[in-house]
């Protein structure tokens, strides 16, 4: 049976951006089932101690552009460290992906094509415009899709997506959890790579 990882992210999030296409590599190398579950960062940060980047130290928040840089080179990406259209309300694409998940098709096509389009072309993702084109171009019909995103339905599901968080121990996008280890941030990646080809027994923190 295949193992299940709990994929935590948002789409306003330039690590889970970074780590999107190292991770989906290591899903399909290993097989594994992904619970997508988009989650507002704000409402993570509140609740669990972290703080939003315009109220953190300065020094982390230089310290924040100097990672940006150096991960950028590492994985060969070409991005904007200050897009224009970030931050953004990320609450309908996050929606979108829930959607996207609900009516039982990969969201991996369209996730792919809007961080691109935060990072890489410096799209509006709060726009419904946009999120439309970018489904088009994943060839998604973006009408229904659209009109799930903004139901109350969805709006639970994301809702839920922050409650189970909370209880998994994530603090950050994006995190993955594979039998309760959580591995958080794309540069814990090469860790949850080890993990799964060793087959070792989960860590715990409770030692």
């Known amino acids: 049976m295949a193992r299940t990882v709990d994929y935590y992210f948002s789409l306003a999030s330039p690590w889970a951006y970074i780590g999107h296409g190292p991770f989906m590599d290591i899903v399909a190398r290993h097989g594994l089932k992904v619970n997508y579950?988009?989650?507002?960062?704000?409402?993570?940060?509140?609740?669990?101690?972290?703080?939003?980047?315009?109220?953190?130290?300065?020094?982390?928040?230089?310290?924040?552009?100097?990672?940006l840089q150096r991960w950028r080179e590492k994985r060969g990406l070409n991005f904007h460290l200050r897009p224009k259209f970030w931050p953004f309300d990320v609450n309908l694409v996050d929606r979108f992906v829930i959607a996207i998940v609900a009516a039982g098709l990969d969201p991996?096509?369209?996730?792919?094509?809007?961080?691109?389009a935060v990072w890489e072309k410096e799209r509006n993702l709060a726009?419904?415009?946009?999120?439309?084109?970018?489904?088009?171009?994943?060839?998604?019909?973006?009408?229904?899709?659209?009109?799930?995103?903004?139901?109350?339905?969805?709006?639970?599901?994301?809702?839920?997506?922050?409650?189970?968080?909370?209880?998994?121990?994530?603090f950050g996008s994006p995190s993955?959890?594979?039998?309760?280890?959580?591995?958080?941030?794309?540069?814990?990646?090469e860790l949850l790579d080890d993990m799964l080809t060793s087959g070792r027994a989960v860590y715990s923190p409770l030692v």
């Open 176 to 189: 993955y959890v594979v039998d309760g280890e959580i591995f958080w941030g794309q540069d814990r990646l």
């Open 37 to 67: 579950k988009p989650v507002f960062l704000g409402q993570v940060f509140a609740e669990t101690g972290g703080l939003p980047l315009p109220k953190r130290h300065p020094a982390r928040q230089k310290y924040r552009f100097v990672e």
């Open 108 to 116: 991996d096509a369209f996730l792919r094509r809007a961080f691109a």
């Open 127 to 170: 726009d419904e415009g946009v999120v439309a084109a970018i489904a088009r171009d994943a060839d998604l019909d973006p009408t229904p899709l659209l009109l799930e995103a903004k139901g109350d339905a969805t709006e639970a599901l994301y809702e839920q997506n922050f409650k189970d968080a909370v209880a998994a121990d994530v």
